[in-house]
């Protein structure tokens, strides 16, 4: 390791640090397919729900965190509610390899 920089995952500001692939400051770092500067494409994997709850009758973005989204075929979220476990599904928006968000708004459960 080269004396005065540091590995990292992630550089950000850091100018002293040294990339995945060992190169000092390349800025290369693991994606979500855990591939050494990847771009998100080499797999299809969920990281993040964010939220990962919605109250009902009201509408919400869910954003959406992985890799391998694609436009074709488009992935659908599929949302279950809590109180009757009847399953609602939406479209994913696409946003890159990595990002999507679902549109989802479920209807009040029956009590």
Same mark, same amino acid.
């Given at each position: 390791? *080269? #004396?005065?920089? *540091? #590995? %990292?995952? #992630?550089?950000?500001e850091?100018t002293?640090?040294?990339? %995945?692939?060992?190169?000092?400051?390349?800025?290369a @770092?693991?994606?979500?397919?855990?591939?050494?500067a990847?771009?998100?494409?080499d797999?299809?994997i969920v @990281?993040?729900i964010?939220?990962?709850a @919605?109250?009902? /009758?009201?509408? $919400?973005?869910?954003?959406?965190h992985?890799?391998?989204?694609?436009?074709?075929p488009?992935?659908?979220?599929? $949302?279950?509610?809590?109180?009757?476990?009847?399953?609602? /599904?939406?479209?994913?928006? @696409?946003?890159?390899p990595?990002?999507?968000?679902?549109?989802a /708004?479920l209807?009040?459960?029956?009590?």
């Amino acid at each position: 390791m *080269n #004396e005065g920089l *540091n #590995e %990292c995952n #992630e550089c950000g500001e850091d100018t002293s640090c040294i990339g %995945c692939d060992g190169e000092p400051n390349s800025g290369a @770092v693991i994606d979500n397919c855990d591939i050494c500067a990847g771009n998100h494409t080499d797999c299809m994997i969920v @990281v993040t729900i964010k939220p990962s709850a @919605v109250p009902e /009758n009201m509408d $919400y973005n869910i954003t959406v965190h992985g890799a391998g989204f694609h436009q074709h075929p488009t992935p659908v979220c599929l $949302y279950t509610r809590v109180s009757d476990s009847e399953e609602f /599904n939406a479209t994913m928006k @696409v946003m890159d390899p990595s990002m999507g968000y679902c549109r989802a /708004n479920l209807e009040p459960g029956r009590n």
